[in-house]
């Protein structure tokens, strides 16, 4: 038994629905998975294409309609039967991957610029530590020599 299930809502996207409904796929017991994420013109919506024996579907079904993402907000879910081939949750789960650090690796560079940054920040901060000891040092000398102590 093969299913399009449909998310629509202002926010479904970068809230973490596509992993969320994968596990929820994998504790089903379906074996045959995609979801994508699509651009329409009044509300996100993620499709979700699954295929398995009618039991783990609608197994799969009742999860993806209980639960969401705490971030979600869903205007409402379109069930559909679906035709077309599925893919093996396996081949998904590795695109998943790759196309999260595709994401990741900027985010990883831009981190890498911050922490130099920081560095040398740091680096100015040490150096303004050690003349501020210095000065204070000379000043305990001044106070000393005043006050004969």
Known sequence: MKL???IIGPRVHNVDYKPLLM?????SGIKMFEAYSIEAEKEQQVMVLVDGSEKEIDDFRKLAEAKRPAKAIVSKMVT????GE???IESYAQLFVTF???KAVPVFLEMKDDIKSIKED????????KEMITEV???????KNLTGM
């Open 137 to 143: 040092k000379e000043m305990n000398t001044y106070v």
């Open 86 to 88: 599925v893919m093996r």
């Open 4 to 6: 399009k299930i449909t």
């Open 122 to 129: 740091l680096k100015e901060l040490k150096w303004g530590m």
């Open 80 to 83: 559909e039967n679906y035709e």
């Open 100 to 102: 999260q650090l595709g």
């Open 23 to 27: 596990n929820l796929a994998l504790s």
